[in-house]
């Protein structure tokens, strides 16, 4: 009995401190401020110092309108938007602990210089965003098909949707709800598929325990921080299923998301889905490492899409 209540006492144990720890990857935290040298010195993003210090400048310059809504479950959720005057808008929806500054700069130059309308969000627990958790996509999409929502009922024209790494899966599983005819298509950067996949991945890497432990530990504390339902959105299939044109944009060999991930929107996304790989990036900085490639990609995507 001693034996039995201490291997069930080690247990708890463990799966309480493993708790601990994603909870600790899941709060709220305040993003680097890429504009700042000294912020980027060290990182990944020291080579694009000059670049993402023009470009965050290029954004706070403008004359943002603060937008508000509320989430479907209380929280207060926060935009900025910028009106243009072509009739097309674009919703930008950034990564985990980051923000559309980091994640877009000069993304929105592009945008910025055709006139488009832009709507900016501060995913939850970001920016001005309430929220305490972080649930890469698992709310994170609800939010979106509200943000997209107002686009519809408040703006003009044609709408696409453009996110990055949890931004691209968010859009990708938020059109799963429904979405507007003057939706003409999503561009999805660095895109994921299962969420509990993942996060499987990410504890693999990190803490190096065995596989056969990992996945009940996984399973508790996620169904306990994110919902039961965390390991069943598919952004994959939402994809596959929405019959709207895509723009997928991804590394080569990229190591923060399970390797096989691309290949897999690969094999369930038809002829409406561009495909662009942008050799030798790191995860969600495919703009930073070529951003020739990345906007002639965008010209033709929106070329293709306005009239459809």
């Not at 938007?81 to 929806?93: D, H, I, Y």
């Amino acid at each position: 009995m001693i034996i039995l209540a201490l291997a069930v006492g080690l247990l708890l144990f463990v799966q309480l401190a493993f708790a601990a720890l994603m909870w600790f990857s899941l709060r709220k935290a305040k993003p680097p401020d890429l504009s700042r040298p000294e912020a980027v010195r060290g990182t990944r993003w020291e080579p694009y110092a000059l670049t993402l210090s023009r470009g965050i400048a290029s954004i706070r310059n403008q004359p943002w309108e603060d937008i508000w809504l509320d989430s479907e479950d209380g929280l207060k959720l926060h935009a900025r938007m910028l009106p243009g005057n072509s009739g097309k808008t674009v919703l930008l929806a950034h990564g985990y602990r980051s923000s559309g500054e980091n994640d877009f700069c000069g993304i929105f130059d592009y945008y910025h210089s055709r006139d488009f309308t832009i709507l900016m969000i501060d995913q939850r627990a970001h920016g001005e965003s309430e929220g305490r958790l972080i649930g890469f996509g698992v709310r994170e999409y609800e939010d979106v098909a509200l943000w997209m929502h107002y686009a519809t009922v408040n703006l003009s024209g044609t709408i696409w949707l453009h996110g990055v790494s949890m931004g691209a899966v968010s859009c990708l599983l938020a059109v799963s709800r429904g979405f507007p005819d003057r939706l003409r298509g999503i561009i999805a950067d660095s895109a994921y598929d299962g969420i509990d996949e993942l996060l499987f991945y990410q504890s693999m890497r990190k803490y190096r325990l065995p596989r056969r432990l990992i996945i009940p530990l996984l399973a508790v504390s996620g169904r306990l921080l994110l919902g039961g339902g965390f390991n069943k959105l598919s952004p994959s299939k939402a994809a596959a299923e929405c019959a709207l044109p895509l723009l997928m944009i991804h590394r080569d060999n990229d190591h923060t998301i399970p390797p096989d991930m691309p290949a897999r929107y690969r094999a369930v996304c038809g002829d409406r889905t561009t495909f662009v790989t942008i050799p030798g990036a790191r995860h969600a900085m495919c703009w930073l490492k070529n951003p020739q490639a990345y906007e002639a990609a965008l010209d033709a995507f929106y070329e293709e899409t306005l009239h459809q």
